[in-house]
């Protein structure tokens, strides 16, 4: 059973101070997503910036810090269950983490969602929001942990590949531009910490959207080829047999 005590967002622009403990088996998540401030944590002073996830566990404290003339704006959620103890009982402290749309769009829906008067609220809703938040956090947190021995250059490379390279006219000079790095610099670094090249990464992204859609929709190969990133049928089918064996229509026919 999953329950929220609390969720919101907060933004301080004048001298400010909290102390908190963690109560019960609650659990308190804070993420940094504008502006800086410090935290204590396990009497450790911390400054802190976008990006800085906190996980205060049941029974911990952590203190909060704004200076004058500072900005901090900051989604936080108090909330248990079993299910979220699974999860984080293990996790650090204090961790930076990659922040995305998607994670702030669940947060703030989430937000809204506990903002209404009780009984207009849906719990089922409230359940799934609640369910995704945390899985995208544990993710986050997984990622981290993975990319800890990779520049973080590389893992931004990553990111962008992943969010757009199924998107019309995506090239390598636009991961370039993104990290604001030299083409060839870009390439080095991303064929030497990932293993493959940024054209054979974006392909299995668009490869594994492609057969997604194959199996999910019943949109004609030529509208998946052209959704997914590969401009025209004729390149779909050669990228596809070249790393299936089979064409399309193949993989198709045997689902």
């Known amino acids: 059973m999953l329950k929220i005590n609390f969720c919101g967002y907060a933004y301080h622009n004048q001298n400010f101070h909290t102390s908190h403990k963690s109560r019960y088996a609650s659990y308190l998540f804070r993420l940094q997503i504008d502006g800086v401030a410090k935290v204590k944590v396990h009497g450790k002073l911390h400054d802190i910036e976008k990006g800085h996830l906190l996980i205060v566990k049941p029974n911990e404290n952590y203190e909060l810090f704004v ?28 961790s930076k983490i990659q922040v995305d749309d998607t994670l702030l769009d669940l947060w703030h829906h989430l937000t809204i969602e506990e903002r209404r008067p009780f009984k207009e ?29 990779r520049p973080y250059i590389v893992t931004r490379m990553m990111r962008y590949i992943e969010e757009y390279a199924t998107k019309p006219g995506f090239q390598v000079m636009d991961v370039a531009e993104q990290c604001n790095l030299s083409v060839s610099r870009c390439v080095h670094l991303f064929k030497e910490h990932v293993g493959v090249t940024i054209i054979e990464y974006a392909q299995s992204i668009r490869l594994s959207t492609a057969i997604n859609q194959m199996k999910y ?16 049928y004729s390149y779909f089918h050669r990228v596809f047999k070249r790393k299936h064996q089979i064409s399309p229509r193949e993989f198709r026919e045997k689902m």
């Not at 079993?82 to 204090?94: K, N, V």
């Not at 609220?121 to 021995?149: G, I, M, W």
């Not at 929709?217 to 025209?232: K, P, R, V, W």
């Open 121 to 149: 609220r849906n719990s089922e809703l409230t359940h799934y929001l609640l369910s995704a938040l945390c899985v995208s956090l544990e993710r986050l947190l997984d990622r981290k942990s993975t990319d800890k021995q």
């Open 67 to 94: 200076s004058e003339g500072q900005k901090s704006g900051d989604f936080h959620l108090y909330c248990e269950g079993e299910w979220i103890d699974h999860r984080f009982s293990q996790a650090p402290a204090l």
């Open 217 to 232: 929709t019943t949109m004609t190969l030529e509208n998946i080829a052209q959704n997914c990133g590969f401009g025209s």
